[in-house]
């Protein structure tokens, strides 16, 4: 039975790409990606253009969790056009390489710890903390965790999240956040004046709305579940933060597809130089990944993550307020 830094290890032999596969997976998917914004203008029906909308935000998600794996230097390390790809991609999802890699290195390092700042994460309070803050604290606090405010995730994670409050926090460390969202404001506001708010509306409102919605949940439910544990810094162990504060979320094929399997999130955590196509790989290869605890994309188990709050020390477990 494999225990602490033996798990740790024990996932080292995935953790190398295979640089074919990788730039098939990152090029394929680009093309599609591509492919289906081209159709939301040029199709033969709405209800076709409709489809590649739709279809396109899905894309956007795949393509995400790819430049994930670059910034985690899992796949395409040291490759200038690579580098190229996934800076640009970056700016169109409002997610630039410099506030991206610094605050998500940040959630890898400190995931479950009850007492550190909520960085690249959503924030999480005691009960106890919670009770004592003032109106205007719990307002914000619940906000931030509401369901409306995760479903608008490319407006508040994103857009906000991402550019906006990290040129607050830090302009001269984030000037890409305000490159990124120039860009990315540009290029809509050229899209709604040449080809009109239809247009508009299937090219860019759509899809990137799905893709933030899609985004916004997956992150939060791989750390916010029923059988979720948090723990005091000084108990925190980084093989303790995948197991038992990371989510497997086991999907249908195309869903595996569309999440670039990132549903193996505890995996992920355990060694986040791991390929997202080895993720499988090692889910097979090590039974104590299968001891995982998992959540899933039913209404019921997304409405039973959105109904947490707060961590309740007594009962050692997250509910509701």
Same mark, same amino acid.
């Given at each position: 039975?494999?225990?602490?830094?033996?798990?740790?290890?024990?996932?080292?032999?995935?953790?190398?790409?295979? *640089?074919?596969?990788?730039?098939?997976?990152?090029?394929?998917?680009? &093309?599609?990606? #591509?492919?289906?914004?081209?159709?939301?203008?040029?199709?033969?029906?709405?209800?076709? $253009?409709?489809?590649?909308?739709?279809?396109?935000?899905?894309?956007?998600?795949?393509?995400?969790?790819?430049?994930?794996?670059?910034?985690?230097?899992?796949?395409?390390? *040291?490759?200038?056009?690579?580098?190229?790809?996934?800076?640009?991609?970056?700016?169109?999802?409002?997610?630039?390489?410099?506030?991206?890699?610094?605050?998500?290195?940040?959630?890898?390092?400190?995931?479950?710890?009850?007492?550190?700042?909520?960085?690249?994460?959503?924030?999480?309070?005691?009960?106890?903390?919670?009770?004592?803050?003032?109106?205007?604290?719990?307002?914000?606090?619940? =906000?931030?965790?509401?369901?409306?405010?995760?479903?608008?995730?490319?407006?508040?994670?994103?857009?906000?999240?991402?550019?906006?409050?990290?040129?607050?926090?830090?302009?001269?460390?984030?000037?890409?956040?305000?490159?990124?969202?120039?860009?990315?404001?540009?290029?809509?506001?050229?899209?709604?004046? =040449?080809?009109?708010?239809?247009?508009?509306?299937?090219?860019?409102?759509?899809?990137? =709305?799905?893709?933030?919605?899609?985004?916004?949940?997956?992150?939060?439910?791989?750390?916010?579940?029923?059988?979720?544990?948090?723990?005091?810094?000084?108990?925190?162990?980084?093989?303790?933060?995948?197991?038992?504060?990371?989510?497997?979320?086991?999907?249908?094929?195309?869903?595996?597809? &569309?999440?670039?399997?990132?549903?193996?999130?505890?995996?992920?955590?355990?060694?986040?130089? #791991?390929?997202?196509? *080895?993720?499988?790989?090692?889910?097979?290869?090590?039974?104590?990944?299968?001891?995982?605890?998992?959540?899933?994309?039913?209404?019921?188990?997304?409405?039973?993550?959105?109904?947490?709050? &707060?961590?309740?020390?007594?009962?050692? $477990?997250?509910?509701? &307020?």
């Amino acid at each position: 039975m494999l225990q602490g830094k033996q798990l740790i290890l024990a996932t080292k032999p995935f953790a190398k790409e295979n *640089r074919a596969k990788s730039w098939f997976y990152t090029i394929s998917t680009l &093309v599609i990606l #591509i492919a289906a914004l081209f159709g939301t203008v040029y199709n033969f029906h709405w209800t076709l $253009k409709l489809a590649c909308s739709i279809f396109a935000g899905l894309v956007i998600v795949r393509m995400f969790v790819i430049y994930h794996d670059h910034q985690h230097k899992a796949i395409l390390d *040291r490759s200038p056009l690579a580098n190229l790809i996934f800076t640009i991609f970056g700016f169109y999802v409002l997610a630039p390489t410099g506030i991206w890699s610094a605050s998500h290195d940040y959630h890898h390092k400190n995931n479950c710890k009850l007492f550190s700042a909520s960085i690249g994460s959503y924030p999480i309070y005691t009960k106890h903390k919670f009770d004592n803050l003032s109106a205007g604290e719990k307002r914000h606090y619940l =906000f931030i965790r509401h369901p409306l405010t995760i479903l608008f995730g490319y407006i508040f994670t994103f857009m906000y999240g991402m550019c906006i409050k990290s040129m607050i926090n830090r302009f001269s460390k984030n000037i890409d956040s305000l490159v990124g969202l120039i860009l990315h404001l540009t290029y809509q506001v050229a899209v709604f004046y =040449f080809l009109g708010w239809q247009t508009w509306i299937l090219l860019c409102a759509i899809p990137h =709305f799905i893709s933030g919605a899609m985004g916004s949940y997956m992150f939060y439910a791989q750390h916010n579940f029923p059988t979720v544990t948090f723990v005091g810094n000084e108990d925190w162990t980084y093989e303790g933060a995948a197991l038992d504060s990371s989510s497997y979320m086991p999907l249908n094929p195309f869903m595996h597809w &569309v999440t670039a399997n990132i549903g193996y999130h505890h995996i992920h955590h355990m060694n986040s130089r #791991i390929p997202f196509y *080895r993720l499988p790989e090692v889910w097979d290869a090590i039974p104590e990944m299968r001891n995982a605890k998992t959540t899933s994309l039913k209404p019921k188990d997304i409405w039973a993550c959105l109904k947490l709050k &707060v961590w309740d020390f007594d009962h050692q $477990k997250m509910v509701g &307020v």
